[in-house]
């Protein structure tokens, strides 16, 4: 049984540019939410996807967006890339909008911002 | 505004040893308490969980202690073992809508 898979795992880009990140979920999970992880930080939410529809939304501005396809998997685009937007984003699954409280992590895609 | 306030940010035991992590939160709303297990270069993992009508759980040498009067919330680790060296979060979520808040992490050494 696959876990949460992201991809790509690493990857170096320039201010100014735009990235798009992947992830997979669980088998059986329908909903996904990104979080963003600075280096030495606990990770903080981005936003949450079920149903093809952003459900929530953290305290990101407008240039961090997504998706999310019938097969449940989701992307995750950074536009005007900053400095600071430099992270590990991780992706994380869990069954249904409520869920069990729980959440399952993919190994991250870490970002630097050049 | 950080919902959920982790201490120490770093901890060293000696092996055999017993490593505490603390956590508090001010938002009654939460309703299940789980603490992460994160290596370098890997996502968070679940650990261990809780609920805040329980005061105490346990799972092998892992403890969950509760104080729902006082918000806060604790992870024990008993005989801790060099494999045990991690960065450890602890979260508070809002189940309906599944909301997480993490704490700021703690990293784990533990010495042979």
């Known amino acids: 049984d696959a876990g949460v898979t992201q991809s790509p795992t690493h990857l170096i880009k320039t201010r100014g540019q735009q990235v798009t990140l992947r992830c997979s979920p669980k088998s059986g999970h329908d909903t996904v939410s990104w979080y963003q992880q600075a280096l030495g930080q606990g990770p903080q939410f981005i936003f949450q996807?079920?149903?093809?529809?952003?459900?929530q939304r953290g305290n990101f501005p407008d240039r961090f967006s997504g998706h999310q396809f019938p097969n449940y998997s989701s992307e995750l685009n950074v536009n005007a890339l900053l400095l600071g937007d430099s992270a590990l984003y991780l992706c994380?699954?869990?069954?249904?909008?409520?869920?069990?409280?729980?959440?399952?992590f993919g190994e991250g895609s870490r970002l630097t911002v050049l | 505004q950080q919902q959920v306030k982790q201490s120490p940010q770093s901890l060293i035991v000696q092996k055999g040893g017993i490593s505490i992590i603390n956590c508090a939160y001010e938002?009654?709303?939460?309703?299940?308490f789980p603490w992460y297990q994160q290596f370098p270069g890997k996502g968070p993992a679940l650990l261990i969980a809780?609920?805040?009508?329980?005061s105490e759980k346990k799972e092998g040498r892992f403890t969950i202690s509760f104080n729902k009067s006082a918000k806060q919330f604790s992870l024990h680790i008993m005989d801790s073992q060099p494999g045990d060296s991690a960065t450890y979060f602890c979260?508070?979520?809002?189940?309906?809508?599944?909301?997480?808040?993490f704490g700021t992490g703690t990293s784990l050494t533990v010495i042979p």
């Open positions: 938002n009654t709303a939460f309703d299940y």
């Open positions: 994380a699954s869990s069954p249904g909008l409520d869920g069990t409280g729980e959440l399952f």
């Open positions: 809780i609920r805040p009508d329980v």
């Open positions: 996807y079920y149903e093809e529809e952003e459900r």
């Open positions: 979260a508070a979520i809002k189940i309906i809508g599944n909301q997480f808040y």
